[in-house]
């Protein structure tokens, strides 16, 4: 990172300095201002009703009869008892009635609860239990997760997406009153993310929170145009989508194209289809599309915008040129983080600049701890060295946490730097790139992140240990060469006298596990070691992998109906191509 690097870019910024400046203005908005998700919604939809707003499989919306549609949600909503500070559950799949019961819930000054759709059995009912919703709504997509409950979900009322519409039809389309009363520190969204404690945790967002991403994110850093249409196939249980994403739309008045799902082959195509000038993704999704076959029109695809995180520093020219995308709007951020970094300067490997306090410091490769010095303070990195990224707890940087206070608490780091100065451990080890820049390197902790999602080892290791011929398990993520993230791996020991059937361990996982978090490699040892405290010794065995296992019998998940089978040649390179494990 260079100062004449980044001065080389502010006359490219120069066309968008009224975009800027709406954002920079939006920053110094107050915590109590009568503004929210709803009314910034709402008056689009006032000001401009003929305006595109939402696109899928082809169809669109405009921004007024979206806004109608939205009314009519909320209308039934209200008949049934939500009200400000009510939680309402949704699981639901990526398709229009879920952004928009999204935006029907945040306008009663109610919090949307988006369940993520791959949670089954526990761990579903765990996070309904977290919820508590006054009101579930279940499109026909998720009615197998229901079932995995083994009764009725947690929840007042438990509405299917077909009863919704049903009684929707004949509903007020009227704003609703209480939407104009409603203060920013009013509760959101409720993300879930993986907790060290095997079960997810339920983020907290706040619609300050989110307008403070439309600002920061949105306009200072993605910059969309009014007549931009961007694409996103991310799950709308995500952050990425429902607050990067859907901000960015809104701080330009653009429009929102949702894609079902994330297809390599289709991508472009339902891109294209639904008019994309722009797309978010994560890491993945790039490599993905870099592997696809070349394609003539490959740079001709409409596409003049990227805005996401986790494009490795490697791919990022291949990308760009291969798909002729002329500016790419990094950045890193998490559910429950209370800062984010915007690629803004269109800087090139970056997850760009952040204006509010932050530190990379020394950390712990053991303990993923942050390390303090004889004085007992942390110690920050020089440029060009990788650290813990902490996070300054301010009040214009508030942590907004999680339901659970004490799993709040876990995350707050005091008296780093000075006595009664709170910091935010995100877990996460950033590079250090000088003028407030940093670039994303890798997780610490019992989570590791695959396909998009983050894993909580100690959830792998429960369901892994349930299984008749496990005695101990440890599960750690490993790296793989050409793809990004970590793949789940685990480390087995066996009961006495038995063998693994792979067939049936992969059933047993499959049952309790999201896809994503299905190890693809089991390591037989025959004991494991533990430190003194009883915490398992992961890192030595990440580091060894699944290439110095030395005389252990090492199994690969082959596919879902073959499970587990001994690892044979090109296994890894499948993996890397998308290719493994099969269906």
């Excluded at 009684?167 to 993310?193: G, K, Q």
Aim: charged residues 25%; contains cysteine; negative net charge.
């Amino acid at each position: 990172m260079s100062l004449p690097g980044l001065v080389s870019k502010l006359p490219r910024m120069a066309a968008d300095l009224p975009i800027v400046l709406r954002g920079a203005a939006g920053m110094t908005r107050k915590p109590h201002a009568r503004e929210t998700i709803g009314s910034v919604f709402q008056k689009l939809a006032e000001r401009h009703p003929e305006r595109l707003f939402l696109r899928f499989d082809g169809d669109s919306l405009s921004y007024g009869e979206a806004n109608a549609r939205v009314n009519r949600y909320a209308s039934v909503l209200a008949d049934r008892g939500v009200r400000t500070g009510d939680v309402v559950g949704i699981l639901m799949g990526n398709r229009p009635e879920t952004l928009l019961l999204a935006l029907a819930t945040v306008k009663l000054g109610a919090a949307a609860g988006m369940l993520n759709v791959n949670q089954r059995g526990e761990v579903l009912e765990h996070s309904l239990s977290l919820l508590d919703s006054t009101v579930l709504v279940v499109g026909e997509e998720c009615e197998d997760a229901v079932r995995s409950l083994g009764g009725e979900p947690q929840a007042g009322t438990v509405l299917r997406l077909e009863e919704l519409d049903a009684l929707a039809r004949d509903a007020d389309s009227s704003d609703p009153a209480v939407t104009a009363e409603l203060r920013a520190s009013e509760t959101a969204y409720y993300i879930f993310t993986s907790g060290t404690t095997g079960l997810p945790k339920a983020s907290r967002m706040t619609h300050f929170r989110w307008l403070k991403s439309m600002s920061g994110l949105g306009s200072l850093g993605v910059r969309l145009r009014r007549d931009d249409v961007l694409y996103c196939c991310l799950p709308l249980y995500h952050n990425n989508a429902l607050t990067v994403a859907l901000s960015s739309v809104l701080a330009a008045g653009a429009g929102f194209a949702l894609g079902r799902k994330f297809s390599a082959s289709n991508f472009w195509d339902d891109a294209q289809n639904n008019g994309a000038t722009a797309f978010i993704y994560i890491g993945e999704i790039c490599r993905y599309l870099l592997n696809q076959p070349v394609r003539e029109d490959d740079d001709r695809r409409g596409i003049r915008l990227a805005v996401g995180n986790g494009l490795r520093a490697e791919l990022w020219d291949e990308f760009t040129e291969r798909f002729g995308i002329d500016r790419v709007a990094e950045f890193y951020g998490a559910s429950e983080c209370n800062i984010a970094f915007i690629n803004a300067l269109d800087q090139k490997r970056t997850a760009g600049i952040c204006p509010l306090p932050y530190a990379v410091v020394e950390y712990d490769p053991d303990s993923g701890q942050a390390v303090r010095g004889e004085d007992g303070r942390l110690r920050k990195v020089r440029r060009g060295e990788v650290g813990l990224l902490l996070a300054k707890v301010t009040s214009r940087a508030p942590f907004d946490g999680y339901t659970d206070p004490e799993a709040t608490e876990k995350k707050l780091l005091r008296d780093a730097f000075s006595d009664g100065d709170v910091w935010f451990d995100t877990g996460d080890l950033v590079r250090h790139q000088g003028y407030m820049h940093v670039a994303f390197v890798d997780r610490l902790g019992d989570t590791f992140r695959w396909k998009g999602e983050n894993v909580a080892t100690t959830q792998v290791e429960a369901a892994v240990s349930s299984h008749e011929t496990v005695a101990e398990v440890v599960v750690y993520g490993v790296e793989i060469e050409g793809a990004d993230g970590r793949a789940g791996m685990a480390a087995v020991t066996l009961k006495e006298g038995v063998e693994l059937d792979g067939a049936a361990l992969a059933k047993t996982l499959h049952s309790a596990l999201p896809d994503y978090a299905v190890p693809l490699f089991v390591r037989i040892v025959e004991e494991l070691e533990y430190t003194t405290t009883f915490k398992s010794r992961k890192v030595e065995l990440r580091k060894q992998g699944y290439s110095e296992t030395g005389e252990d019998d090492l199994y690969v998940l082959a596919s879902r109906g073959e499970g587990y089978r001994p690892i044979f040649d090109g296994y890894v390179d499948g993996v890397a191509r998308g290719e493994l494990p099969g269906r």
